[in-house]
């Protein structure tokens, strides 16, 4: 494979840089995916005939990268959410990242820039919250692929997940949890597959009308003594806040990685907005 580095990829990633300057200031006046800048998805569904648009950046410290052994600073541009409310039971997801970057310096050097991938996914309430028992839905995903493998950064596999999800109000606080499968296509056999178990518990604690804060532990366990590079286990935990201000939700959060793929340390950063379709 040819992992060709270039001064200009460098260009690139300040001038994408800056375009996302502008867009965060462009969608603060026209500008919630619930649980942003969490991963563990929230159980609960967006209004039926609404719109949420959610946008940010993170930076990953000493982010490594299985399938083509580089490792490095990653920064990811464009981390978008975009949620259709479709009746009160279900909703209608499109995520991806625009464009990731990578500043190897790890079995390379340079920079790295490649496509995101993006995932499309259906979540259905199938038990609602009562006093006593917890909500509960069902969220399948199919991830597309967007990426190039020759670039080092993403896989250009197809994956698929199916969640089951939970949670219950506690005082002023929402708990819940994610749990489920996730088959991976191997990326190094032909026709193969690694199938893998997803899990993540959260909660966000509501402070004030503008603020709240949330926590994290999320990840997935490949089962496989040798799993193929790019499907290991994976597992990082986060601790942030969203903040109500000029009718967006902002948010922030620092995350953690516990395994020795996962980045050290790393920074999120976004912003959520709301919108009505149809009553």
């Given amino acids: 494979m040819n992992w060709g580095n270039s001064h200009k990829e460098g260009q690139k990633a300040q001038k994408i840089i800056c375009a996302f300057c502008a867009f965060l200031w462009l969608f603060s006046f026209s500008a919630f995916a619930q649980q942003r800048p969490l ?80 995932s499309l996914s259906t979540k259905m309430r199938i038990v609602p919250e009562t006093p006593v028992l917890p909500i509960i839905s069902f969220r399948p995903t199919v991830v597309l692929p967007n990426s190039n493998d020759s670039h080092g950064i993403g896989l250009n596999s197809m994956q698929f997940f199916g969640n089951i999800l939970t949670g219950k109000t506690v005082g002023r606080g929402f708990v819940f949890g994610n749990a489920g499968l996730g088959i991976l296509t191997d990326p190094v056999h032909v026709r193969a597959q690694q199938d893998v178990f997803t899990y993540g518990l959260a909660g966000v604690l509501t402070v004030s009308p503008r603020i709240s804060l949330l926590t994290e532990w999320n990840g997935w366990k490949n089962p496989r003594h040798v799993p193929s590079p790019g499907t290991e286990s994976r597992a990082q935990v986060r601790l942030g806040a969203q903040i109500r201000a000029a009718g967006v939700r902002w948010d922030v959060a620092g995350m953690a990685g516990l395994t020795r793929l996962d980045p050290r340390v790393g920074l999120v950063f976004g912003l959520t907005k709301e919108f009505r379709l149809w009553k």
């Avoid at 909703?91 to 496509?115: A, I, K, L, P, Y």
Wanted: net charge negative; proline share 4%; no cysteine.
């Fill in 39 to 118: 991963l563990t998805e929230d159980p609960r569904i967006i209004p039926q005939g609404s719109f949420v648009a959610e946008s940010g950046f993170s930076y990953l410290n000493r982010a490594r990268f299985g399938l083509s052994g580089i490792g490095g600073n990653e920064f990811s541009a464009f981390v978008n959410g975009f949620n259709f409310g479709l009746s009160p039971h279900a909703e209608f997801q499109v995520n991806g990242t625009m464009h990731n970057f990578v500043h190897v310096h790890e079995n390379g050097s340079g920079w790295r820039n490649d496509w995101g991938d993006w």
